[in-house]
Structure formats: C-alpha cells, structure tokens
C-alpha cells in the first residue's frame, strides 16, 4: 500500500524545505557576495577606464611637449641661421619636419604681422586680436608658451597654438613663431579618436571656458558646452575641475560611466563617456552567470535534498505499509523492525507495545466478560457455553450430563444482620467451597445473587452427582467467619440430568434444576432433590 501523495506529507513538506532552504542560500549568497563584488568589479571597471584615460592625457601631454619642443628647436635654427625676416621666411618654407606637426606655422613679429607661412602661401597679414595679445605677452615675457586658441579667434579647426621666441644674436626676441595645432590632429584628437572605448564610449576634451575643442561629433567642435540645469552633462561638468570617474549620465541622458583627467600643460579636461551598459557589460554578464549558477546550485541541492528525504522516509513508508498489513490482518505484529536505532524503530517499538497493551486489554475484556466479578468463576454467559459444549459433547460420546442449582438459604438474613460485606464474603467463600467439592473438569458458575450452579460433565452414573451434592452440603456445613464472628451458612441443591440422546436443550435442564431447587427449598432446605428426568430414572435401575 502506498502512502498517499499530498502536501500534507512529510515527504512534501521536507521536499519543499530544503528548497525553500536552497533558495533563500543562493538568493543570500547572490545579496551578500554578489553586490559587494559587483561594486568591486564595477569600482574596476571605473578604475581602468580612469587609468586608460590618464595614459591618453600623459601622451597628449607628451605629443604637446614635443611639438613645442620641435617649435623651439625649429626657432633657434631659424634665429641662427639669419636675422632677417624674410630669409626666416625662407628657412621656415624650407622647414618642412614641422609640416606633419602643425597645422600652420608662421612667422610673427611683435605687431602680429604675418611674415611668413610654413606652406609658403601668400595669405599674409595680420594675426586676429586675441593671439596678438599672446603675442605681446610672450614678447614681454621672453619665453615660449602653449595656449589653446581664444574663441573665435581664428578657423573652427585651429584649437591650439604653441609660440616660441626667435631670438637675435643678442638674444632678444625679434619675432615669434607660432604654430597651430587643429583638433583632429593625428597625434592629439586623433589618437584619442583612435581609442577605442568599448561599443559606445567615446572621448571628449573641453577647455577651462567650456569650450569643446574635441569632440567624437564634429558639429560639437569649438562650441559651448550645453549647460542644461536639467542635465549634468559632462561636457558642463568637465571644466569643474573634477579628476577621477563616477557614475552619471551621458550628454543624452542615459546612465554612464565618466572619467575626467586635466591636462598638466594646458587648462583643459580630457574626459571619457561610456554608457553604464556597455561599460559593465562584463560585470552584468559575471553577474547573469553567478546567478545562473547560484539558481542550477539551488536546483540541484533541492534535488539532492529531496532524493535524501525520500530515501530517509523510505523506513517510514514501511512502518506505514506494515502496520496497514497488521491492520488487515495480512502480517503479524512480528513484522515491525524494532531493531532500528532510529526513531523508526522507536516508533515500532511503540506500535509493538501498544498492540500488546491492546492484546492484554482485549484478553481482560473477554476474561471479564465470561467471569464474575465478585467470586471469580465463570458466570452466566460462560456457563450457557459450557452447558451447550457439554449437551453436544455428551452427544458424541453417550455420556449424561448433569447440573446443580444452588441458592443459599436464607441470603437476605446474612445481609440484614452482617452487612453487604459479609454477605460478598459469605459469596466468596460459598463459591470456593464449590469448588473444592466438585471435580476438576465440573464448571462452577454463579447465576446471579445467591444463585450457583455447577454442571457435571461425562457423568456415567447418577450417584456420582448424589455423592457431589452430599460433599457440596458437607463442605458448606462447615460455618463461615467474618469479622471475628463464626456463623452457620446452608444451600438448597436442585440437581437435573439429561441422557446422551435426550430431547431437552439448556434452558430446560435449567428449569427443572429450577424446580428441583424449588422442591429442595420447600422440604426444608439444606438438602438437594434430583429430577433424573423419565429416561434415566428408567436406566438408573441398570446404572444401580
Ligand atoms: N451481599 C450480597 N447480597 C446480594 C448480592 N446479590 C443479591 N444479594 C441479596 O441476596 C438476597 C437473596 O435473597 P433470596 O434468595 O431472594 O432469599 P433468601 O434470603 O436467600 O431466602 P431463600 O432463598 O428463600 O432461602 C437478596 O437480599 C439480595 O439483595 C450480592 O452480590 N452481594
């Protein structure tokens, strides 16, 4: 017999436990280990992102200086060679290694008038307002500078411009070479631009006013960075000053990862944007894989776990299959393993031990049933049995069957001058005497108050139950005692028989036993009457 199935069993309720259990470790692991990690692994990201971006502003620092560098070498050869504006016009034409540096050259003097081009073109004039303020500047200064280009000052390309004195033989400055540097140079905006920074990261720089002077969108070029209250864009936020990256949002609003380095030369902010969702691609796919692999763990310790619970349970199911067996009557009690050390076997041991308990319980019931109480011989019911088993037995082995009525005489009188107590002791000791007196294998009952009776069983003579009556009344003329006092007690004895063949049945050789009594009583009491019935009176005379 199988257990039944349903969310009541232990079985499913251990099963869903263990992976409850299991699931709430994954979920506490995922919580506890997976967002510190996460933000560590982000916190590198960021970190990285910050180191590649300090790297790309050290080597823009580098390209700059060297440019300046070539600028003022380029000036001392100039100055060297003559002193002459217009033979230092010569020799910049001739001074084509600046030409792959700069976007133009020219020669300068204090005024801002253009001398000569590094192309050699005959665009010369004047240089705009604000680089002539550079210009003085360096003049009274003596020394060389990097400046990015004032704002409208000069084409939307030229973003930067690196000057340098020409000096006379005496060392005073006589002109000023000035080179321009455009955004998109290949080694400045455009080793940026060849930066890769992820799928759709880019770079920017800005400068200290917020003017954008690289920019991924050429229409950005040399504009105003937007300053929209709404959003802190990170071209507004780059002339800040802030150095290192953070977690803020893109010039179009979607989270993003920005770096921000300035540069040592020049006052402008190199800055990085990368959308938070291609930035941490890799931590949200190690994050996507550990819970994966924290739910197929979950997984799989609840089915362990329920394998466990089954197998565990198994001895329980058994208990359940056995006692169900016991119960229909398909297997004895002996079944029950209670050699387990577990608590199945407890349980067993339980289960043997109450249907022990069960069995003696039983076994009193049906002793009770058939005994009387008071006295301890059988009663009633028990004597109608034997008094049936005795008739058919009697039967089969041609014997006669005989049986005594007893009442004491006089019962009420004991009670009314002894007490109830001495009269169940009078009771007590009637029955034993009963007993004594009659054979082993003759059932002693008693009917009901007063009233006994004894069947005689395989009587082949009658004065075998003559003889039994007179020891009966011998036995009981004995006086009785209780409570100190000695007291005669007396018993009217109505004897009936019934031949191996006769025709009466148990309730009539009571009745004539009855009635046998009733004579007894009526001649005087303490005596017996015998109705032998008409067969045996007829073979009594054989018997004799
Ligand atoms: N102490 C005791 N008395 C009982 C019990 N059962 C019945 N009796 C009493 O036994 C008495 C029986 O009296 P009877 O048999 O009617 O009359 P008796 O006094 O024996 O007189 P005779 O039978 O005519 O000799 C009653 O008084 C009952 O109350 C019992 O279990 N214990």
Do not use: N, Y
């Given at each position: 017999m199988e257990f039944p199935a349903t969310s009541a069993t232990l079985l499913f309720r251990i099963t869903r436990l263990v992976v409850l259990l299991a699931l709430a470790s994954a979920a506490l692991v995922a919580f506890a280990v997976l967002r510190p990690l996460e933000a560590h692994m982000k916190a590198g990201v960021g970190g990285q992102e910050f180191a590649m971006l300090k790297a790309a502003a050290a080597s823009l620092d580098s390209q700059l200086a060297a440019k300046q560098s070539l600028l003022r070498t380029a000036a001392a050869r100039i100055a060297a060679e003559q002193d002459r504006a217009s033979v230092l016009g010569k020799s910049l034409v001739e001074w084509g290694e600046l030409k792959g540096e700069f976007a133009d050259v020219m020669l300068l003097d204090g005024a801002g008038k253009?001398?000569?081009r590094l192309d050699g073109s005959s665009s010369i004039g004047t240089v705009a307002a604000g680089v002539r303020d550079q210009l003085r500047a360096l003049f009274r200064e003596r020394k060389g500078m990097l400046a990015p280009l004032?704002?409208?000052?000069?084409?939307?390309?030229?973003?930067l411009l690196v000057m340098e004195p020409v000096r006379d033989a005496a060392g005073q400055v006589r002109y000023a070479l000035a080179g321009s540097i455009a955004p998109d140079d290949a080694r400045i905006g455009g080793q940026l631009a060849a930066l890769?920074?992820?799928r759709s990261g880019y770079f920017f720089i800005v400068d200290a006013s917020g003017t954008?002077?690289?920019?991924?969108?050429?229409?950005?070029?040399m504009t105003r960075a937007l300053h929209d209250p709404r959003v802190a864009s990170p071209t507004a936020t780059a002339p800040a000053g802030f150095e290192g990256w953070r977690e803020g949002r893109s010039e179009r609003g979607e989270p993003a990862l920005l770096a921000f380095k300035r540069l040592s030369g020049l006052p402008w902010t190199v800055a990085a944007v990368h959308p938070v969702e291609d930035a941490y691609a890799g931590v949200h796919a190690a994050k996507t894989g550990a819970l994966v692999a924290a739910a197929l763990v979950a997984i799989a310790a609840g089915s362990v776990g329920l394998a466990a619970a089954v197998r565990i349970l198994r001895p329980l199911d058994e208990l359940y299959c056995r006692v169900c067996d016991i119960e229909a009557g398909a297997?004895?009690?002996?079944?029950?393993?209670?050699?387990?050390?577990d608590e199945v076997g407890a349980l067993s041991q339980a289960f043997l031990s109450l249907s022990r308990q069960r069995e003696a319980a039983e076994a009193k019931l049906a002793r009770l049933a058939f005994?009387?109480?008071?006295?301890?011989i059988a009663n009633r019911r028990m004597l109608e049995d034997v008094l049936a088993c005795a008739i058919a037995r009697s039967r089969r082995a041609g014997q006669v069957v005989a049986v005594a009525y007893l009442d004491i005489d006089r019962f009420k009188s004991i009670n009314d001058t002894m007490g109830h107590q001495a009269g169940d002791a009078v009771l007590v000791e009637f029955a034993a005497r009963l007993k004594t007196a009659v054979r082993a294998h003759d059932t002693v009952a008693r009917l009901a108050g007063d009233e006994f009776m004894v069947v005689f069983d395989?009587?082949?003579?009658v004065a075998e139950v003559e003889e039994a009556a007179k020891r009966i009344l011998a036995c009981i003329e004995v006086p009785f005692t209780h409570g100190g006092r000695s007291f005669p007690v007396t018993s009217s004895i109505g004897i009936a028989l019934r031949p191996p063949?006769?025709?009466?049945?148990s309730a009539e050789l009571i009745g004539r036993a009855d009635a046998a009594l009733y004579r007894a009583k009526k001649d005087g009491r303490n005596r017996y009457a015998v109705d032998a019935g008409p067969e045996i009176a007829l073979s009594m005379r054989l018997m004799h």
């Open positions: 253009v001398l000569a004032p704002f409208g000052a000069e084409a939307r390309q030229a973003a890769s920074l992820g954008i002077v690289h920019h991924p969108d050429k229409r950005r070029l297997a004895d009690i002996a079944v029950l393993d209670v050699r387990r050390l005994t009387d109480a008071l006295t301890g395989g009587i082949s003579v063949h006769g025709s009466h049945g």
